[in-house]
């Protein structure tokens, strides 16, 4: 078996000794936006040391743990918590907890995280919704043997994010009175925010600069999720704006725009339990 495959299965089961929730759709929480998790109707939580192999977030702002529940009727399961390459992680245990929760039966994985804006429209605070993304300056999470029990050796990435995910999350906003940025992302692999020289580069072909998102969605695709994005744009990249960058930052623009954030993500997961 392949050895990838194996260690997530081990995962799996180990999962599945603690709780048999059944999710629709998997939901990442990005930097800040952890707090989130506490408007879910709990059914159950699982911290990821207590899943045997599993990789554990280090970074402060993520709690790290799967929490099992509802968003309004809609079955769900939470990453409070995600885990990046830059933490020293091979990038097949980045891409595990997603992989992981698609098994456990999520349909639709929802991703969200914490951006600097590089589209001179964008401001602190922004929500941007991901059209597309741009994953060159990471290793790819497919890398290496195909694991034909997920998908395909060569996925095709023409539509990873869902037009139908996209409109309903555009309807929502619209309809909430919620302002939303769209664009493009791109992934760096961090942890050193990027140089003004990077930035000028990247501002050419995407909006918004992070450290997670792409090589998930990447992963989601290949075992064929629907997959939708949010960034909360928290500070303007670098050479952009005069004071230096900070994870403080970033964690205060998340807070700041918690309340639009919580109010998007639960009436556009209550429009996909319908789906």
């Known amino acids: 078996m392949n050895k990838v495959y194996e260690k997530l299965m081990k995962c799996y089961e180990s999962v599945r000794e603690k709780t048999d929730f059944v999710p629709k759709v998997a939901l990442v929480l990005g930097s800040g936006l952890g707090d989130y998790a506490n408007d879910i109707k709990v059914v159950a939580e699982i911290d990821y040391r207590d899943i045997e192999g599993f990789p554990v ?25 995600r885990v990046h390459y830059y933490e020293g992680y091979p990038i097949q245990d980045v891409v595990l907890p997603t992989r992981l929760m698609k098994l456990l039966g999520a349909e639709i994985l929802f991703l969200t995280n914490a951006s600097g804006g590089m589209n001179r429209e964008f401001k602190a605070g922004d929500l941007m919704m991901i059209r597309d993304h741009i994953g060159v300056f990471v290793p790819n999470p497919l890398l290496g043997a195909n694991i034909d029990e997920l998908g395909t050796r060569f996925p095709d990435m023409s539509h990873v ?50 450290m997670s998102t792409v090589v998930e969605a990447i992963a989601a695709n290949h075992c064929g999720m629907k997959i939708c994005g949010i960034s909360c744009v928290c500070n303007l990249a670098a050479g952009m704006n005069p004071t230096p960058l900070s994870h403080k930052e970033v964690q205060e623009a998340a807070d700041m725009a918690a309340p639009k954030f919580k109010k998007l993500v639960t009436e556009t997961i209550t429009k996909f339990g319908k789906i």
């Open 161 to 210: 994010y869902d037009e139908d995910l996209q409109e309903m999350i555009r309807d929502t906003a619209k309809a909430n009175d919620i302002s939303l940025q769209e664009g493009v992302y791109v992934q760096l692999t961090g942890p050193c925010y990027e140089s003004p020289a990077e930035i000028r580069m990247l501002a050419n072909f995407a909006d918004a600069v992070g």
């Open 57 to 81: 977030s280090t970074v402060q702002g993520h709690d790290g743990r799967f929490i099992f529940g509802y968003v309004n009727d809609v079955p769900v399961v939470c990453m409070k918590g």
